[in-house]
């Protein structure tokens, strides 16, 4: 089985039930039509069907989700929650930290770093929950996931508020520094509560920086940084976790200002942030905004 995106569902089909299902369908006002190495292929309803001889069904448009409600009885949150999107073959470790971070780019919001450790005892657990990169599934499934990671593991999620983002930004005079320390300090918070001995994130800087970050804290791991970690199961379940709690954040702020601020740094954001000059005051702005972005400069 395998689900790409909201729009496109794929499976094995009973093909007992074929004649039922065309029934159903042409009841419905479907039209149908001839395919090679198919029993039909069916158009309706915001969706295209088709039945392939070897038992596969497609189906894809943007009525995909209503569609396996109504005649398939699935959806697709139980199809990925049978799919593991992560290779196995990939764990280098067999009991390991992965951490990552959201609101990195985005004017508007905290920023938040998240730590989740994978072992033997929930490692099958996370995989089958179909976890991958936050960036590659929707806000409401990275809720969904959210909750579950947070049952199934040792975990920690740091957030860093706007205003304190921007006293940090001038303590370090840089952002990649600022993200070592966000990073340390969610490592840190999980072991106290279990001991491990290896560390992955998604590089972003020099390696040491992390590293001394944790050695100013006294704590001593092996830390591995490279780009794209977010292959990894552990950096995965993080980035759900930092993207859940920050787009939640934003709502938050959203609601406190009775403006619905954009992610990102577009020309949007830009003239929402101006509207909240002129209207809320520019001393409120290092309550919602990360003010060393160029953004602050073009007010």
Aim: aromatic share 8%; charged share 30%; with cysteine.
């Amino acid at each position: 089985m395998s689900a790409n995106g909201n729009n496109s569902y794929s499976s094995k089909y009973d093909l007992k039930k074929e004649k039922e299902l065309k029934e159903k369908l042409q009841n419905k006002g479907f039209k149908f039509k001839p395919m090679n190495h198919a029993f039909w292929r069916a158009q309706g309803s915001g969706v295209t069907v088709t039945l392939y001889n070897s038992g596969k069904i497609l189906v894809q448009g943007k009525n995909t989700e209503s569609f396996l409600n109504e005649y398939l009885n699935t959806t697709h949150q139980k199809q990925i929650s049978q799919t593991s999107l992560i290779d196995p073959k990939l764990y280098k470790y067999s009991s390991w930290i992965g951490t990552d971070e959201s609101g990195k780019g985005d004017y508007f919001g905290p920023l938040v770093i998240a730590a989740v450790l994978i072992d033997e005892t929930n490692k099958e657990i996370i995989s089958n929950m179909g976890v991958q990169d936050s960036k590659k599934i929707t806000d409401s499934t990275i809720e969904k996931l959210a909750v579950k990671i947070k049952k199934h593991t040792i975990n920690s999620i740091v957030v860093i508020s706007p205003e304190k983002y921007n006293q940090l930004y001038e303590s370090f005079k840089n952002l990649n520094k600022l993200l070592a320390w966000g990073h340390a300090r969610a490592i840190e918070n999980i072991l106290e509560k279990k001991e491990c001995k290896n560390a992955l994130s998604d590089k972003f800087g020099d390696e040491s920086l992390i590293k001394n970050a944790l050695k100013a804290k006294g704590v001593d791991i092996n830390l591995e940084q490279r780009p794209r970690a977010e292959d990894d199961l552990a950096v995965a379940a993080a980035s759900i976790l930092a993207r859940n709690e920050f787009v939640q954040r934003i709502k938050k702020l959203s609601a406190l200002y009775q403006i619905d601020f954009n992610k990102g740094a577009s020309q949007k954001v830009k003239d929402q942030a101006r509207y909240f000059v002129q209207n809320i005051g520019r001393n409120k702005l290092e309550n919602i905004a990360k003010l060393h972005f160029k953004i602050t400069k073009e007010l």
